[in-house]
């Protein structure tokens, strides 16, 4: 497992089912992330999870890899571009993944997409639909998450660019000069890179190499379609 330094948001609320799991994958897969936790007044467990993975700053030493340095934010007037926004502010590392609570890391080469990220304004991944534990068949918006990788992907069912924040990753730097749209109420990373391919300069890449299963959730846009 290769040491590169790695800033994660996690956007929350009520997750208790499945935000342990995603930590967990994360830590599977990356050592010793920072994780900034960005919550919407949860209301069940889903701090007291996130709780399990921190690290005991006493211990400085401890190359456990099942715990971390975890920032817990709280957010009112909620909207995912000012979560996400508020979680770069907190990031101390330039290299950033932006994950969905639900979801989990399954396949990360940390050398090739850090490597990547030096040329692409940001890099999505290949998310898997999962229905109570079981895969289902790729259809509607889960048919932008193909097998090829693909440089500047235009999606033929939205009609326009495509990037998904469930798995997402991002250099600090340009997301700080081109924040989220907080106003919006759903699909932020949309309107982002659709406005920044008005830019020459910009390029994105579909990696299907960087993967996470995606569990359903009643409340999650992504499943409803909405926006």
Known sequence: MIKNKVSVI?????????????IQSILDNIFKPEIIVIDNNSQDKTLEIVRYFIQDP??????????????ILKIDDYTP????????????NQNIM?????????????????????????????????????????????????DKSIENYFSKYEDRYFIHNALCLYKKQILTKNPFDENLQGKED???????????????????????????????????GIG
């Open 81 to 92: 571009g000012k979560s996400l926004n508020l979680g770069v502010k907190e990031c101390s």
């Open 10 to 22: 996690i956007r929350s609320k009520n997750e208790e089912k499945f935000i342990g799991n995603c």
């Open 98 to 146: 932006i994950i969905s609570a639900h979801c989990e890391l399954t396949n990360f080469d940390i050398k090739k997409h850090l490597t990547d990220l030096k040329k692409y304004s940001c890099i999505f991944g290949n998310q898997i639909p999962v229905f109570y534990g079981k895969k289902i068949t790729k259809r509607y918006i889960w048919s932008n998450f193909g």
């Open 58 to 71: 006493f211990l400085k030493n401890n190359k456990e890899k099942n715990y971390t340095k975890i920032k």
């Open 190 to 224: 949309r309107y982002w890179i659709n406005k920044m391919m008005k830019k020459k300069t910009t390029r994105f890449l579909y990696d299907p190499i960087l993967e996470a299963k995606h569990n359903y959730t009643s409340d999650g846009n992504t499943w409803k």
